[in-house]
């Protein structure tokens, strides 16, 4: 046992000997020491301000398609539940020769549909009700997205260049709680 720790131990020694004095340790590049205690560089402005804008208008682009998507599938579920109740009325004619063989035509066409049984429709009033459920939460959801979209524009457009300024109270024509930006007028060139 002493044999292998006075081994490893030179080995230790060894490296030590090698060691580079110059090599980096503990996040050199990304921290400072201040009182020998290690302090990280703050990440505030990691990003420039066109990257900041790339990726805002990225990120638009995603909400724009998301809103698109939304309202698609908004479009099919009220196609669906819209003709859910009102089905257009057969118009196939059938010609009978006397009423016995018109008896017997009504016969085989009731027969052939398939009324709902009193099984069938509460399992029918629970997904009606949940596609309305749903219908409503993707109407609520695209709402949220349209009013992130908005805002996201309205940072982004504040960022740009040119002088804007906030509208005080007495300057709004119609008041809103959210705030109302004014730009200067510049020249088209």
Not at 174 to 181: E, F, G, K
Request: with cysteine.
């Amino acid at each position: 046992m002493i044999h292998a720790f006075g081994f490893s131990s030179q080995r230790l020694r060894e490296k030590a000997a090698f060691r580079n004095p110059e090599e980096f340790f503990f996040k050199v590049i990304k921290t400072k020491t201040v009182d020998g205690v290690h302090r990280p560089q703050s990440e505030a402005n990691k990003y420039t301000p066109e990257e900041l804008t790339l990726m805002k208008t990225q990120d638009m682009g995603y909400i724009l398609q998301k809103i698109q998507s939304e309202k698609k599938k908004i479009e099919r579920l009220n196609a669906t539940l819209h003709s859910l109740g009102n089905h257009p009325p057969n118009r196939h004619v059938s010609y009978a020769e006397d009423s016995e063989e018109a008896n017997e035509i009504q016969r085989r066409f009731l027969a052939d549909r398939k009324l709902p049984t009193l099984e069938d429709i509460p399992d029918r009033i629970k997904r009606t009700a949940a596609s309305y459920r749903e219908l409503e939460a993707r109407r609520k959801r695209v709402k949220d997205l349209e009013k992130l979209y908005m805002d996201m524009a309205l940072k982004k457009e504040l960022q740009k260049k040119g002088r804007k300024r906030k509208l005080r109270e007495d300057e709004i024509v119609c008041p809103t709680s959210a705030p109302v930006y004014k730009w200067r007028a510049q020249r088209k060139r």
